[in-house]
Structure formats: structure tokens, C-alpha cells
């Protein structure tokens, strides 16, 4: 089938939809971005995904009859059709599997941070909206895009009053991969060469201090929403591995 027609529903700022985007490009393979809208958008999500699974999310990959609906599927994916050295090579899988669970079990956390943020911040509700949506009219909808937040938290199970908690789980998903990295000897990279390792944890450290407009672009104040200051600071080795990482293997991409 003509690649044009592949598809790939996303969520701009999600770190798991830039470890799609990230392993469909490592692989040269295009697509077309579809933007979601989190409450907005659920029927239409919840229509590709299908009844059996539970939770409806982003990224969704659409290819002809093929739906994927979960990062680690897409990589695969890209793996199996795309051009280019695998991300999850047989005989590193089950690292790759772990590395990926300490990413999502963090990110969790720094998700419920990130939301918080964004609830108490009225420009960071005001960037948040589809960009059909005059400027003008943006704070008069605040309270709806308020309401939306505590949606979106409510289908994931988080508490946006349980910051230090979360912090704590936040902070351990990232003392692994100071480990991680401390036991690769001073090699830029997890498992010895540039793998889906390597994405999830990099694309981890967008909750602590997203990376440059010209890979993800941001408002001002949705910028300021994902920065936690203080991990920032304490992490700020992990947050250079990673600006490095993407400089070196992640080419720059259109705004959407």
C-alpha cells in the first residue's frame, strides 16, 4: 500500500506519542499526523481502538487494516517494515522491556506533575486548545479546559494533589538511568548502541525540561507547565545526555 496512506493519531506533547513519531522517522518510514484532543477527541479514539482494549490512548498507528495502539507495538512495527538499524533487537529485547517500564512507570508520575501544572497555569489551559479556536476566546473557556484536565486525570487514575509522591517516583525512574548510564562506561548510549532504550528514557526527561522547540514545540507557558525546576537542576547531567541524544539522533521536525 502507498506509504501516504499510513496514519499515526498522536498527542503533540506526549512522550509517548514522540516515541512513535521518533521510531517511524528512525526508520524513514512517513506518515501522516492526525492530532488528538484529549475529552474532545475520545469517541473518535475510542472508535479506532476497538472495544477490547480497556483504555483508550494515544499513539494509534493506522496502516490499511492494521491498528496499533500502544508506542512499543509501533516500534516493532517500524522495526519489522522500515529501513535502517532495529531499535529492539532480538537479543536485546527483554533490557529494552525493562528500560520501557521504568519509563512509563515514571512518566506516570511526572504526568499527574505535568497536569497539576497546567490546571493552576490559565496560559498553559489557553495553549492547551485545538488552534481553531480564536485567541480571544481562549480564556473564557478556561474553566471548560480546566474541567477537561481533571478528565483526562481521572482516565489514568492520577491524583494532581500528590506532588510529592510523585516527585519520589519521578526521581527514581530517573537515578536508574544515572545508573544505567554510569554503567555504560561513558558511552552515550544504554545497551551499547542507539536503540527504543534510548528513546523511551530520553523522551522520559521532557517532564523535567522539555527539550528544544525546534523538536517539540511549545508555548511559553505549556513549557513552563512541563518544567519542574527542581529536578531540572538535580538532574541536569541526564537532561544534557538527552539534549545530546536528540542533536545526534533526532532530526528536527515541523510544527503540526
Do not use: C
Not at 483508550?56 to 491498528?67: I, K, R
Not at 493552576?120 to 479546559?145: F, Q, T, Y
Not at 523535567?208 to 511559553?220: E, K, M, Q, S, T
Request: hydrophobic share 40%.
Amino acid at each position: 500500500m502507498p506509504e501516504a496512506i499510513r496514519k499515526l493519531v498522536s498527542l503533540h506533547v506526549s512522550p509517548w506519542s514522540e516515541r512513535a513519531k521518533w521510531a517511524l522517522d528512525h526508520h524513514g518510514l512517513t506518515y501522516e499526523v492526525v492530532e488528538h484532543f484529549p475529552v474532545l477527541g475520545e469517541r473518535r479514539l475510542r472508535q479506532l481502538v476497538g472495544p477490547g482494549k480497556p483504555r483508550a490512548t494515544v499513539p494509534v498507528l493506522l496502516d490499511g487494516e492494521d491498528v496499533l495502539s500502544e508506542s512499543w507495538d509501533i516500534a516493532r512495527y517500524a522495526d519489522r517494515v522500515g529501513r535502517g538499524t532495529k531499535l529492539i533487537p532480538e537479543d536485546q529485547e527483554a533490557a529494552i522491556k525493562r528500560w520501557t517500564g521504568i519509563a512509563d512507570e515514571a512518566m506516570q508520575a511526572g504526568r499527574a506533575l505535568v497536569l497539576a501544572s497546567i490546571v493552576a497555569n490559565p496560559g498553559a489551559l489557553d495553549e492547551g486548545g485545538p488552534r481553531s479556536v480564536p485567541r480571544w476566546l481562549r480564556p473564557m473557556l478556561r474553566p471548560v479546559a480546566r474541567r477537561a484536565m481533571h478528565t483526562f486525570a481521572r482516565k489514568y487514575g492520577l491524583r494532581l494533589d500528590a506532588a510529592s509522591e510523585q516527585v519520589a517516583t519521578f526521581r527514581a525512574g530517573l537515578d536508574e538511568l544515572r545508573k544505567g548510564l554510569g554503567s555504560a562506561g561513558g558511552a552515550p548510549f544504554l545497551l551499547g548502541s542507539f536503540s527504543y532504550a534510548d528513546i523511551v528514557m530520553a523522551t522520559l526527561l521532557q517532564g523535567v525540561a522539555p527539550v528544544a522547540d525546534r523538536f517539540i514545540r511549545l508555548g511559553p507557558d505549556t513549557r513552563r507547565a512541563w518544567t519542574q525546576d527542581g529536578l531540572s537542576t538535580e538532574y541536569a547531567d541526564l537532561v544534557a545526555w538527552r539534549d545530546a541524544t536528540y542533536e545526534k539522533q533526532r532530526r528536527a521536525v515541523k510544527a503540526p
